[in-house]
């Protein structure tokens, strides 16, 4: 995926103020990390350090207590990855019909 969608007003949601600066980093970079991977939205929880230097368990945390994160086995999933972007399944169908045509 070469982009991830970000809705222009995301910063004003109120969960990703009271989740707070520092978990707002780690939400865009994580966003951003989970498109080019394009692995539906998870955070496998070995890159989590890459994504946040510094205090990345509190950050995560903040995330999953306002909803927006939930925790996985693997790590952590954005919980509105679906709704917002495609899903690996989607890309891999449109890039099969694209090399049809």
Not at 4 to 20: C, E, M, Q
Not at 48 to 66: M, Q, W
Request: aromatic share 8%; with cysteine; hydrophobic share 45%.
């Amino acid at each position: 995926m070469e982009w991830v969608k970000l809705d222009s007003t995301f910063y004003l949601d109120a969960a990703v103020i009271r989740a707070g600066e520092a978990a707002e980093v780690l939400f865009v970079r994580a966003m951003a990390y989970c498109g080019d991977q394009e692995n539906d939205g998870l955070v496998p929880a070995e890159i989590l350090s890459r994504l946040a230097p510094t205090k990345a368990r509190a950050r995560a945390a903040a995330l999953v207590a306002e909803g927006l994160w939930e925790v996985v086995p693997e790590g952590w999933r954005f919980t509105s990855w679906r709704r917002h972007q495609q899903t690996r399944e989607q890309m891999d169908a449109s890039r099969e019909a694209a090399r049809v045509r």
